[in-house]
Nanobody, 120 residues
Framework: QVQLVESGGGLVQAGGSLRLSCAAS????????????MGWYRQIPGEQRDFVAV???????NYADAVKGRFTIPRDNAKNTVYLQMNSLKPEDTAVYYC??????????WGQGTQVTVSS
């Protein structure tokens, strides 16, 4: 029962930057529903959904090799919001980006997805 609202997608030329955001709300007021991990996946229609980045409440991060050094994943725990700062974008970064939030009870929820298109 967690809702994730994403924003920030759009069209950008190669080498440009975009900042995605994802805010969580809903059944997170009970301790068992506290969000632990938030992150991002991306997917080209018809293909698998690939991991991009993740951050825990404590600030530990992990990035896919394809984006390491170009993307960062800041998080505002107080606002239950995660961001994806995307720099030096490449055409191969074009995809639908989905955020997710994993609660301490192990349940993960997904956002609706936001389109990122990088032109050459």
């Amino acid at each position: 029962q967690v809702q994730l609202v994403e924003s920030g997608g759009g069209l950008v030329q190669a080498g440009g930057s975009l900042r995605l955001s994802c805010a969580a709300s809903g059944s997170i007021y009970r301790s068992i529903y506290r969000i632990n991990t938030m992150g991002w996946y991306r997917q080209i229609p018809g293909e698998q959904r690939d991991f991009v980045a993740v951050i825990t409440t404590g600030g530990s991060t992990n990035y896919a090799d394809a984006v390491k050094g170009r993307f960062t994943i800041p998080r505002d725990n107080a606002k239950n919001t995660v961001y994806l700062q995307m720099n030096s974008l490449k055409p191969e970064d074009t995809a639908v980006y989905y955020c997710y939030a994993a609660k301490v009870n192990g349940v993960a929820d997904w956002g609706q997805g936001t389109q990122v298109t990088v032109s050459s």
